[in-house]
């Protein structure tokens, strides 16, 4: 069966890397490169710890505390626009304990089905992108932050995830090349992590061989419809027949489901990252900086720092503030880390899909019969995406999915 996959990132690439072992055709749009995306230039983490859903208690108060900052952790431009208004009213409306206590599980689920095949991914292309298993730190600077982390390090146990509780001392035997300024962490086990451009890099040779076909630097115009179908897709670059369609552009799915007649409710949420090579110090742990809301990546002798959530459309505009708080959280909570704000040429940003309860968008679109919809993951795109592709493959293939999708059906709002 002929299948195009609108979206060359984590998502369609997974797609493509488990519908490909069914014996389809395969062509992936995208409409750049592959490496300019949110998949390319994020933490690479791949975090069985991440199953609260972002819309949760308190985070509305915190955001509106800091929302007007341009240089805090949450930012929203102001704006008179009515999606993003619909998005925050529902995005309200999940921000409570009974959603998220009704949400996690399904969270966890699909991110412990996706730590299990990273494992065989890496197996089958070849372990290229420097994956390391010794877990990921939650680090506190006030007590009353490690209290909640101690809680919800309670609340991973109950479904099965490994934790180490840590005071100061203990995290500084960790980190005994780097001064440390926290009160404590937590230390998620089954958390890994790689670098994710190389892991792009690779799955997508891997699937050049396997035949898949790539049309890259493409725009999607529209599309053809007969008989409650998707016939054909329309580019910039000529009309792309197809028998099954899976629709992963991040955070451009808004726009292209409109053009099927399908409202979805989803933000790009920009992130920052910067990048150093070669220190002559670094850590030895990726970290979560609760409290400063950013995080770090060691790879070797490298470093990324990246982090932030701001809501302003689809832009690519860099903030410098906005990276201004992630350095001074790193260099805050690393006081021993010798690095040097970065030029602005230098500092990358990109478009996380984010839906207003946390929870992905994966399933059959409710009124196109060959449409499958496959995004909304937010900052847990590389965390989730074996797990996606394989519930994708399994659902074109009209099997039993894996794990419950109920929860992420793609028309809920």
Same mark, same amino acid.
């Given at each position: 069966?002929?299948?195009?996959?609108?979206?060359?990132?984590?998502?369609?690439?997974?797609?493509?890397?488990?519908?490909?072992?069914?014996?389809?055709?395969?062509?992936?749009?995208?409409?750049?490169?592959?490496?300019?995306?949110?998949?390319?230039?994020?933490?690479?983490?791949?975090?069985?710890?991440?199953?609260?859903?972002?819309?949760?208690?308190?985070?509305?108060?915190?955001?509106?505390?800091?929302?007007?900052?341009?240089?805090?952790?949450?930012?929203?431009?102001?704006?008179?626009?009515?999606?993003?208004?619909?998005?925050?009213?529902?995005?309200?409306?999940?921000?409570?304990?009974?959603? +998220?206590?009704?949400?996690?599980?399904?969270?966890?689920?699909?991110?412990?089905?996706?730590?299990?095949?990273?494992?065989?991914?890496?197996?089958?292309?070849?372990?290229?992108?420097?994956?390391?298993?010794?877990?990921?730190?939650?680090?506190?600077?006030?007590?009353?932050?490690?209290?909640?982390?101690?809680?919800?390090?309670?609340?991973?146990?109950?479904?099965?995830?490994?934790?180490?509780?840590?005071?100061?001392?203990?995290?500084?035997?960790?980190?005994?090349?780097?001064?440390?300024?926290?009160?404590?962490?937590?230390?998620?086990? !089954?958390?890994?992590?790689?670098?994710?451009?190389?892991?792009?890099?690779?799955?997508?040779?891997?699937?050049?061989?396997?035949?898949?076909?790539?049309?890259?630097?493409?725009?999607?115009?529209?599309?053809?419809?007969?008989?409650?179908?998707?016939?054909?897709?329309?580019?910039?670059?000529?009309?792309?027949?197809?028998?099954?369609?899976?629709?992963?552009?991040?955070?451009?799915?808004?726009?292209?489901?409109?053009?099927?007649?399908?409202? *979805?409710?989803?933000?790009?949420?920009?992130?920052?990252?910067?990048?150093?090579?070669? *220190?002559?110090?670094?850590?030895?742990?990726?970290?979560?900086?609760?409290?400063?809301?950013?995080? +770090?990546?060691?790879?070797?002798?490298? *470093?990324?720092?990246?982090?932030?959530?701001?809501?302003?459309?689809?832009?690519?505009?860099?903030?410098?503030?906005?990276?201004?708080?992630?350095? !001074?959280?790193?260099?805050?909570?690393?006081?021993?880390?010798?690095?040097?704000?970065?030029?602005?040429?230098?500092?990358?940003?990109?478009?996380?899909?984010?839906?207003?309860?946390?929870?992905?968008?994966?399933?059959?679109?409710?009124?196109?019969?060959?449409?499958?919809?496959?995004?909304?993951?937010?900052?847990?795109?590389?965390?989730?995406?074996?797990?996606?592709?394989?519930?994708?493959?399994?659902?074109?293939?009209?099997?039993?999915?894996?794990?419950?999708?109920?929860?992420?059906?793609?028309?809920?709002?």
């Amino acid at each position: 069966m002929k299948v195009t996959i609108i979206g060359g990132g984590v998502i369609g690439l997974c797609s493509a890397y488990y519908l490909q072992q069914e014996g389809h055709e395969i062509t992936v749009i995208d409409r750049g490169d592959i490496t300019d995306g949110c998949s390319f230039g994020n933490m690479g983490y791949i975090s069985p710890s991440h199953f609260i859903p972002l819309a949760s208690p308190g985070i509305i108060s915190e955001g509106f505390k800091h929302m007007l900052s341009s240089s805090s952790p949450f930012y929203i431009k102001p704006r008179l626009n009515w999606q993003l208004m619909q998005w925050g009213y529902h995005f309200w409306k999940n921000s409570n304990t009974a959603t +998220v206590k009704k949400n996690a599980p399904h969270l966890n689920d699909l991110l412990q089905l996706s730590r299990h095949l990273i494992n065989n991914m890496r197996n089958e292309i070849g372990d290229v992108f420097e994956m390391e298993e010794k877990g990921c730190l939650m680090m506190c600077k006030q007590q009353k932050t490690l209290d909640h982390e101690f809680h919800l390090a309670d609340e991973a146990e109950k479904f099965g995830l490994t934790v180490e509780r840590l005071q100061k001392d203990a995290v500084q035997q960790l980190e005994p090349d780097v001064e440390l300024n926290v009160a404590g962490a937590v230390l998620f086990k !089954d958390d890994c992590h790689f670098n994710p451009g190389k892991m792009m890099v690779a799955l997508k040779k891997y699937l050049e061989t396997k035949n898949v076909r790539f049309q890259l630097n493409t725009t999607v115009t529209g599309f053809e419809k007969a008989n409650n179908k998707i016939s054909a897709v329309i580019t910039d670059k000529g009309k792309f027949n197809t028998g099954e369609i899976v629709l992963s552009p991040g955070s451009w799915l808004p726009a292209l489901a409109k053009m099927m007649g399908i409202s *979805l409710l989803l933000q790009p949420g920009k992130g920052y990252s910067h990048t150093y090579a070669q *220190l002559e110090k670094n850590i030895r742990y990726p970290a979560i900086l609760v409290d400063g809301r950013c995080a +770090v990546t060691p790879w070797g002798q490298s *470093l990324r720092i990246g982090g932030t959530m701001e809501l302003s459309g689809i832009n690519q505009n860099i903030l410098i503030s906005r990276m201004k708080g992630i350095y !001074d959280s790193a260099t805050d909570f690393y006081p021993g880390l010798k690095i040097d704000f970065p030029p602005a040429g230098k500092i990358w940003s990109g478009l996380r899909p984010v839906t207003p309860d946390g929870l992905p968008y994966i399933g059959k679109a409710a009124n196109i019969d060959n449409v499958l919809i496959a995004g909304g993951h937010a900052m847990l795109g590389i965390s989730m995406g074996t797990g996606t592709g394989k519930l994708v493959s399994e659902i074109i293939q009209r099997k039993t999915t894996t794990i419950n999708i109920s929860a992420f059906d793609p028309e809920r709002f």
